[in-house]
């Protein structure tokens, strides 16, 4: 349905604590499932020779996709009253990571799964760490499998406790805990008699309660260029808008080209209309009135608020290649559209995710470590600090062909010299 609200939830946690099972409940309880797939389930279900699993739907859907038919598993969406739900499904912690990084698949709110029975793992305190460093603040903290323990209550308190005081310390505060039964549908779709010492609400009552982020079409524009193409005699510059708003007519600034002129036509490119303004999310060429030498990599923002031009910048990364992340090697870095040439000037320190303590002037950061750098890059490129703008403010390091990490710029520095 066009008007109704969609927003994107990434379901993270532990390995085997029940991500796929809470994910295929949602789908179930909400009547979102295609035709047939429950039957599928339980012929899978007797083949494996087990009792029905709700974490094979996603198996049926990854069948479907198989057969052609139109289902992205790692798009799984399902509905509410309220509005639609797009889940991102991180079947692994490196897909996980990928998928969070690139942006590809920007989730808004987060369920971070615990199992009651094994308690809180490794992962369970990296993924938090990782959804605070990616500035996701909606998380809901499922404390799942609490059949297994016999709906404690005190257990489900105790780990509220050990790990509230984890999130505590990143400046973290969930938007609550549930403790649930994914497997039998305690505190899914309804209260749950089996836990009526809990005073919150189900997932999905919870969940259509999360706000969500403000317009970001309100942002300070950020158009990242990604080609320019030549029509007749018009010069058509084609990007997607990433922040803001664009009118005809507006001034523009291009860094890091550092040009200013005025938007003379707007061309929205799906439609292929000619429109008079744009926002964020559209994918547009337009034309300007001066035409000198743009390229892709550069970022159109307005006059008042242009992004930073530097070749240093501080960052937090997240490394996943086979190779350890080192200084005086040559990476290329991914920045919206742009490409460039970069080293590691130094590793600042190198945390461990689920203890937050940390390694100070490193030497190497090795898979899965999460560390503090500093990027230098061949050239001068822009970019904005995270904080201020999640588009503009992230990018992935490629080491040979493999995109190896990625990383969100906490702090601009001054532009060493450039070498030439
Ligand atoms: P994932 O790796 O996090 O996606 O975990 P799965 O959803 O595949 O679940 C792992 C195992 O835990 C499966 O055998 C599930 O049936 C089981 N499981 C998941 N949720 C529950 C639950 O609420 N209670 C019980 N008893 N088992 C569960």
């Known amino acids: 349905s066009k008007n109704r609200e969609t927003l994107k939830i990434v379901v993270v946690g532990h390995v085997d604590h029940g991500k796929s099972t809470v994910i295929g409940r949602l789908l179930y309880d909400t009547n979102s499932l295609p035709e047939g797939a429950i039957d599928r389930v339980k012929r899978i279900s007797k083949e494996k020779g ?20 139109t289902i992205d598993t790692t798009q799984l969406q399902f509905f509410t009253k309220r509005r639609d739900y797009v889940i991102i499904d991180a079947p692994g912690h490196k897909e996980f990571l990928k998928n969070m990084i690139s942006g ?3 989730a808004e709110a987060a369920l971070l799964v615990i199992d009651a029975n094994e308690g809180i793992k490794e992962q369970s305190k990296r993924h938090g760490y990782i959804l605070s460093l990616l500035g996701i603040q909606k998380v809901y903290v499922i404390v799942n499998k609490m059949d297994l323990i016999d709906y404690s209550e005190e257990t489900y308190h105790a780990i509220k406790k050990e790990f509230n005081e984890f999130l505590n310390s990143l400046q973290v505060t969930p938007l609550d805990y549930i403790p649930i039964s994914a497997f039998y549908g305690e505190n899914i779709a309804s209260y749950s008699a089996k ?103 550069e970022i159109i923002s307005h006059k008042d608020v242009i992004p930073v031009v530097s070749n240093r910048f501080r960052a937090n990364v997240f490394w996943m290649g086979k190779n350890d992340l080192v200084t005086n090697k040559k990476y290329k870095i991914k920045l919206a559209t742009a490409e460039v040439e970069a080293e590691i000037k130094s590793i600042l320190k190198v945390i461990d995710a689920s203890t937050l303590s940390g390694e100070e002037k490193a030497l190497r950061v090795k898979i899965n470590d999460v560390a503090e750098i500093i990027v230098e890059t061949k050239e001068s490129v822009a970019f904005d600090e995270f904080r201020n703008s999640k588009v503009t403010g992230r990018f992935v ?17 001054e532009a060493a010299n450039l070498k030439s």
Do not use: C
């Open 104 to 106: 590809a698949a920007s």
């Open 195 to 297: 836990m009526p010492w809990y005073h919150g609400k189900p997932i999905l009552e919870a969940i259509d309660e999360i706000p969500k982020d403000k317009d970001i079409s309100h942002k300070p524009l950020r158009l990242p260029i990604q080609d320019v193409y030549k029509f007749d005699n018009r010069r058509i510059i084609v990007g997607r808008i990433e922040a803001g708003t664009l009118k005809a007519g507006d001034e523009i600034h291009i860094t890091p080209g550092n040009k200013t002129t005025r938007v003379k036509t707007i061309e929205a490119w799906v439609q292929k209309d000619q429109t008079d303004v744009v926002s964020a999310g559209q994918s547009v060429g337009i034309t300007v009135e001066d035409e000198f030498f743009n390229k892709r990599g």
């Open 397 to 413: 390091i490629v080491d040979g062909y493999d995109v190896a990490g990625g990383g969100i710029i906490s702090k601009a520095e």
């Open 50 to 69: 087990k009792p029905f699993e709700y974490a094979y739907l996603l198996d049926a859907f990854e069948e479907e996709q198989k057969q052609g038919i």
